[in-house]
C-alpha cells in the first residue's frame, strides 16, 4: 500500500466483507504513457447490493477507475475482486479479460448494437453463456417487463428514442445476472427533464434489483440524489468516500467543498479546540469564528480554512457586525434563479457566495455564520487531499435501504 | 420486489478454454510481415551481387550501384523521371483542387453529372487511358489529323514529355479530388459563413478560407501523385518509348525486358534507390498527414453549407469544365470503342463504313488472350475477396486490439505505397526463384494474387479503415463486457458493421486488380497471362486494333461491376 489517503470501509470492520459479494478495489494503480497517473493508489470496498459513485470532473480516473474493474483497461497495479473472485491481481499478473468477468455495463453512448433487434441485442451474452433457447426467452421478456419495454423487442436501435435505447441498454446489462453493473454515464445523454425522471427510476430499478452498482458521473447532483456511498474522485485519487449527506455536510478537502454545492471559503488560525468546538481567528479582521464540526483534527495555532455552504449563511441586516459569527460585507452582485437569490459579497477575507430566499437590502451587510455550518479543513493548497486524516467512523449505511 | 430480482450469483461466459486472440494476431501480423519483405529482401541482395541471384558462384559487391551511379543514361533518366513527376502533380493538383471546389461548393449547373465524369479515370486503367489518348491526339490520331488536314500543321505532340505529364495528370486527377472533396466536406461550413459576416465576397472567401483549409488535403495529393507519378510504368511506356523518352519505370523495364540478356543487378540497385527516395516522400507525407489535427474543424458534420453564387461566371466555368471533361476523358474513351470496332479510325474516312468484328475475333480466337480475360476476373474476384478480409482483419488488429505491435503492423500496412509496381513483380519474381520448394507457384494466378493483394494492402486499408473508426469502440467493448472475446465480437458485431464498408472495398480491390499490370509484367509466364499484360504484349506488336478491342473488355468488364455493386449492394467506392 503507498500513500492510500482514504478510508474505505473497513473490510476487517467486523468480517461481513468475506461473506458477502463486495467488490473490493485495493491499491489500483493505472499509469498512461508520460507518467500520468490516471489513477493513483485508490482502495474502495463498493459493499454487496449498494449503489456507488464514483463522482470527479473529467479526468478525474473516475471512468479509467470504472474501466479497470470491467477489464477494459490492463492496470499497472492493485487488485479487484468481487466476494471470492478474483478479476485483477497485477501481483500475480493475473488479469481477466472482459468477458470472463460476468459484469453487467451500460456505456454512455447505450452502445447497442445497431444490427440487432432489441431482443437479439439481450439474447446475445446469454447464448454466449450457453443458456437454454427458452429460458433466454422467458428472462428476456421479465426483464424488458421489468424496464418497460415489453412490446419493443423486435424493434431495432435506430426506432427507438434516447430514453427507450437507455431502458433496453440497461437490461442487456442485467440480463446476464452479473456480479456487478457497471454505468458510465448512462444519463448524460438525455435532456435534463428526462435526466430528472431516470435517476428516480434507475434508483428504483437498482434497488429492485439489489445489485450491486457503480455509476460514474461528473454530476454532483446526480450523484448525491442516486447514491449509498459517493467517491470524489481528483487527479486520480479517491479523496472522500462517503454517503451522500456526509459528503455535502462533511466535506474533509477543499477540493471536496468546492466541488459539492457552492461554498465559500475563509483562512483563518485555531485558537482552540475542544469541548466539540473548534474557534478559530480570520486571518483578515481577526474576527473569531466558532464552529461545531470538528471532523479534521486541528490543534490551536494550525492555519485552516473555514468552509461555509451559501445557503446556510444568514443575512442580518440590522445585524451587529462585532457580535459572535457575524462578519460585515458588501454587495457585489447578484442573479435570480428563481430558487434563490444568489449574491456575491465582499469581505475583507475575500468573495463569499450567498444564496438568500428573497431579495437583500445593502449594499452594507451582515453575515451571521451558524457554527453548525462551518467545516474547518486544513488549509494546504499543495495538497488539498493528503492531509485528508481517516474519517472518524467509517460510513455505516451498510444497511440495505429496505 | 422479489419478483425479478435474479439470483445473486454471476454467469460467466462458458468456453474459457484457449484464448485465441493472440495467436490470430500474431498470425495476420506474420503474413503481412512476409508479404511486404518477401518481395523486398531479393531486391536489396541481389543489389550487393555481381551476378543473377540464383547463379552459383555470386560474389558481393558494390559494382551494380557504381555501374548506375556512372551511368549517364541513368542521371538522364532520374532527370526526365522529375521533370515529368513535377509537371504532372502541378497539373494534376492544380485542376483537382479546382474541379473540387467548384463542384462542391458553388452553384455551378450540372455539378452532379459533372461529378461523376470527372472521376472517371479512377475506373480506367492508366494503359487503357494512354491507349486512348494515342488514339485521339498520337501523332496518327484521330483529332491530330483532323486538326492537321484543316490547318495544315501538326497542331500538337502528344510524345513528349509534357504530353505524357498531361494524360498522367488526368489520371491523377480524381486522386486530389477525392481528398479535397473528403476535406470540404468535413469542413464546418459555419467558417465560411463567418468569413462572409466578417465582409469576404464569395470569391474571398474561397480564396481566404476554404482554399487555406484545404492545405493538408493538398499536401497528402502533392507527394500521393508525385510518389505516383515516378512510378508509373504504363503512359511513358506507350507515349514515350516511341520516341526514346525514358522515365525510371520504362528504364526498369528495359533493363529487365528488352533486349537480350536482363541486368539483374542494375536493375536491383536501381529498385532499391527508387524505393528509398520513395520512401522518404512517404515518410514526409506522414508527417504532413500527422499534422492534420491542426486542421480538423468540426468533424464529421453532415450539414452542406450554402453553395456560394457565382452569377456571371456559372455558365463560363462550366463550360470550361465540360471541355475538359469531353476532351480529356470522354473522347479518348469513345475512341478507343469506336476504333475497336473499325478496321482502323481515321477522321479521312466514316468509320462506320469500316465497322468490323474482326479485332473482337482476334481476341477470342486466340487461346491466351482469351485466358488473360479469365486470369483477370479470376485474380480480382478470388484475389479480391481474400485480399479484402485479409486486410479488414488487419485493420482490425491495428485499431481494434490490443496487439503490442499494432502500431508498427499499420506502418507495415500502408508500406506497399512507397513500392512501385514494377519493383513489387520483380522482388516476387526473385522471391520464387530464391526461395525453395515454392518454385511451382511461381508463374501461376496464385503468385499474381499474392503480389496483387499486398501493392493494394494500403488502397484496402484506406478504404475500411476510416469505416472502423466510424464504429464507436463502445460497442466491441459492450460485447466483451457481455461475454463476447475478442475474435466472437470481431465476427459477430464489426464484421456485420462493416459489410457495407467490406463490400466497397471487395468492389474497389476488384476494380485495381483488373487495371493492375506493372507489379504482372515481370511476374507472369505462359498460363497466367492478365489483360494488362497481353495488351501491352499486342502494343509491341503494333496490334492497335486488338488492344482496342481489349481495352473495350476490360471498360465493359469494370463498368458492368460498378454498376452491379451499386444497384445491388449499394457500394459506395468514394464520397
Known amino acids: 500500500m503507498a500513500d492510500t489517503v482514504t478510508a474505505p470501509p473497513s473490510s476487517g470492520q467486523t468480517g461481513r466483507a468475506a461473506a458477502g459479494q463486495d467488490l473490493v478495489v485495493d491499491d489500483l494503480v493505472k499509469v498512461f504513457p508520460g507518467d500520468v497517473y490516471a489513477v493513483n493508489h485508490v482502495s474502495l470496498t463498493i459493499p454487496q447490493g449498494q449503489f456507488v459513485t464514483l463522482l470527479g470532473p473529467s479526468g478525474c480516473g473516475k471512468t479509467t477507475t470504472l474501466n479497470c474493474i470491467a477489464g477494459l483497461e490492463e492496470p499497472d497495479g492493485g487488485r479487484i475482486a468481487v466476494g471470492e473472485a478474483v478479476l485483477t491481481d497485477v501481483s500475480r499478473r493475473l488479469i481477466l479479460p472482459p468477458e470472463r468477468r460476468g459484469l453487467g455495463m451500460v456505456f454512455q453512448s447505450y452502445a447497442l448494437w445497431p444490427h440487432m433487434t432489441v431482443y437479439d441485442n439481450l439474447a446475445f451474452g446469454l447464448k454466449l453463456r450457453k443458456v437454454p433457447g427458452p429460458e433466454i426467452r422467458t428472462r428476456i421478456a421479465e426483464v424488458l417487463e421489468l424496464v418497460g419495454l415489453g412490446q419493443l423487442a423486435r424493434r431495432y436501435p435506430f426506432q427507438l428514442s434516447g430514453g427507450q435505447q437507455q431502458r433496453v441498454a440497461l437490461a442487456r446489462a442485467v440480463v446476464a445476472r452479473p456480479r456487478v453493473l457497471l454505468l458510465d454515464e448512462p444519463l448524460s445523454n438525455l435532456d435534463a427533464k428526462v435526466r430528472e425522471q431516470a435517476r428516480f427510476w434507475l434508483r428504483e430499478f437498482q434497488q429492485r434489483l439489489g445489485i450491486t452498482t457503480v455509476y460514474v458521473t461528473h454530476d454532483q447532483a446526480e450523484a448525491l440524489a442516486i447514491s449509498d456511498l459517493v467517491a470524489v474522485m481528483s487527479d486520480g485519487r479517491l479523496l472522500q468516500y462517503a454517503p451522500p449527506h456526509e459528503i455535502y455536510e462533511r466535506p474533509t478537502s477543499r477540493f471536496v467543498a468546492d466541488f459539492i454545492g457552492q461554498t465559500s471559503f475563509l483562512a483563518a488560525v485555531v485558537e482552540e479546540v475542544g469541548d466539540g468546538r473548534a474557534r478559530a481567528r480570520l486571518t483578515s479582521t481577526g474576527a473569531v469564528i466558532t464552529s461545531m464540526l470538528t471532523d479534521n483534527p486541528t490543534k490551536a495555532g494550525d492555519r485552516v480554512l473555514l468552509a461555509i455552504r451559501s445557503e446556510r449563511i444568514e443575512v442580518r441586516p440590522d445585524g451587529d457586525p462585532g457580535a459572535e459569527n457575524v462578519i460585515s460585507a458588501t454587495i457585489k452582485s447578484f442573479v435570480y434563479v428563481g430558487s434563490a437569490y444568489e449574491y456575491i459579497l465582499d469581505t475583507p477575507g475575500g468573495e463569499i457566495r450567498v444564496a438568500a430566499p428573497q431579495a437583500i437590502v445593502g449594499p452594507e451587510v451582515a453575515l451571521y455564520l451558524p457554527p453548525d455550518a462551518i467545516v474547518v479543513l486544513p488549509d494546504d493548497p499543495a495538497a488539498p487531499s493528503s492531509a485528508a486524516p481517516p474519517e472518524a467512523e467509517p460510513p455505516v449505511p451498510l444497511m440495505a435501504p429496505d | ?575
Not at chain 2, 162 to 170: E, R, S, T
Not at chain 2, 363 to 381: A, H, K, M, Q
Open chain 2, 1 to 575: 420486489m422479489a419478483v425479478a430480482a435474479p439470483p445473486r450469483e454471476a454467469q460467466v461466459a462458458a468456453g474459457g478454454g484457449i484464448a485465441w486472440e493472440r495467436p490470430v494476431q500474431w498470425g495476420l501480423a506474420i503474413v503481412a510481415t512476409f508479404l511486404v519483405v518477401f518481395p523486398l529482401a531479393p531486391l536489396l541482395y541481389q543489389s550487393f551481387l555481381d551476378r543473377p541471384l540464383y547463379e552459383a558462384d555470386k560474389a558481393l559487391t558494390l559494382g551494380n550501384y557504381g555501374r548506375i551511379l556512372t551511368s549517364s543514361e541513368f542521371w538522364g533518366t532520374l532527370g526526365t523521371t522529375l521533370l515529368f513527376g513535377v509537371i504532372t502533380t502541378i497539373l494534376s493538383v492544380g485542376i483537382g483542387t479546382v474541379l473540387a471546389v467548384l463542384l462542391t461548393r458553388t452553384d455551378l449547373p450540372h455539378r452532379d453529372v459533372l461529378h461523376h465524369l470527372v472521376m472517371v479515370p479512377f475506373y480506367v486503367s492508366p494503359l487503357v487511358l494512354a491507349f486512348a489518348w494515342a488514339t485521339i491526339y498520337g501523332p496518327a490520331g484521330f483529332l491530330t489529323i483532323f486538326v492537321r488536314t484543316g490547318i495544315g500543321v501538326t497542331p500538337w505532340e502528344l510524345y513528349s514529355v509534357l504530353g505524357i505529364a498531361l494524360v498522367a495528370a488526368i489520371y491523377y486527377v480524381p486522386y486530389t479530388y477525392l481528398y479535397s472533396t473528403g476535406s470540404l466536406a468535413l469542413t464546418d461550413p459555419q467558417l465560411e459563413d463567418a468569413g462572409r459576416i466578417a465582409g469576404a465576397g464569395p470569391i474571398r472567401t474561397l480564396i481566404s478560407v476554404t482554399l487555406p483549409l484545404l492545405r493538408p488535403a493538398l499536401a497528402y495529393s502533392v507527394i500521393l501523385t508525385l510518389v505516383s507519378a515516378v512510378e508509373l510504368l504504363s503512359i511513358p511506356l506507350v507515349l514515350g518509348s516511341p520516341v526514346g523518352i525514358q522515365v525510371l519505370a520504362t528504364y526498369l523495364y528495359k533493363l529487365g525486358l528488352v533486349g537480350g540478356q536482363a541486368d539483374y543487378g542494375g536493375i536491383a540497385a536501381v529498385s532499391v534507390m527508387m524505393l528509398l527516395a520513395i520512401t522518404t516522400l512517404v515518410w514526409a507525407q506522414t508527417r504532413v498527414t500527422g499534422q492534420e489535427r491542426r486542421f480538423v474543424t468540426v468533424g464529421g458534420k453532415a450539414t452542406r453549407g450554402r453553395v456560394l453564387a457565382l452569377h456571371g461566371l456559372r455558365w463560363p466555368l462550366t463550360l470550361l469544365i465540360w471541355l475538359y471533361v469531353i476532351l480529356g476523358v470522354v473522347l479518348p474513351l469513345l475512341g478507343i470503342v469506336l476504333q475497336s470496332a473499325t478496321a482502323f479510325l481515321s477522321p479521312l474516312v466514316n468509320p462506320f463504313t469500316l465497322l468490323t468484328t474482326q479485332n473482337y475475333v482476334t481476341i477470342f480466337g486466340e487461346g491466351s488472350y482469351v485466358r488473360s480475360i479469365w486470369n483477370s476476373i479470376l485474380i480480382s474476384t478470388v484475389g479480391g475477396a481474400i485480399g479484402i478480409l485479409f486486410i479488414a482483419l488487419l485493420a482490425l488488429v491495428v485499431y481494434r486490439s490490443t496487439f503490442p505491435y499494432r502500431g508498427w503492423l499499420q506502418y507495415l500496412a500502408l508500406y506497399p505505397r512507397a513500392v512501385p509496381g514494377i519493383i513489387v513483380g520483380i522482388g516476387f519474381l526473385w522471391a520464387f526463384l530464391l526461395i525453395p520448394g515454392i518454385g511451382p507457384l511461381r508463374n501461376t494466378v496464385i503468385a499474381l494474387s499474392i503480389a496483387f493483394i499486398m501493392r493494394f494492402i494500403p488502397l484496402g486499408f484506406g478504404a475500411i479503415g476510416p469505416s472502423i473508426l466510424r464504429i464507436s469502440p463502445e460497442l466491441d467493448r459492450a460485447a466483451r463486457v457481455s461475454g463476447a472475446t475478442w475474435l466472437h465480437t470481431i465476427v459477430t458485431i464489426l464484421l456485420p458493421l462493416l459489410k457495407p464498408a467490406l463490400v466497397s472495398g471487395f468492389v474497389l480491390l476488384f476494380i485495381s486488380f483488373l487495371k493492375e499490370y506493372s507489379s504482372a509484367i515481370f511476374l507472369f509466364a505462359r498460363g497466367s497471362e492478365v489483360i494488362g499484360t497481353t495488351m501491352i504484349e499486342l502494343w509491341r506488336q503494333g496490334n492497335s486494333g486488338p488492344v482496342a478491342a481489349l481495352s473495350t473488355i476490360q471498360l465493359a468488364i469494370t463498368f458492368v461491376v460498378l454498376v452491379v455493386s451499386q444497384r445491388l449492394f449499394g457500394a459506395r467506392l468514394h464520397g
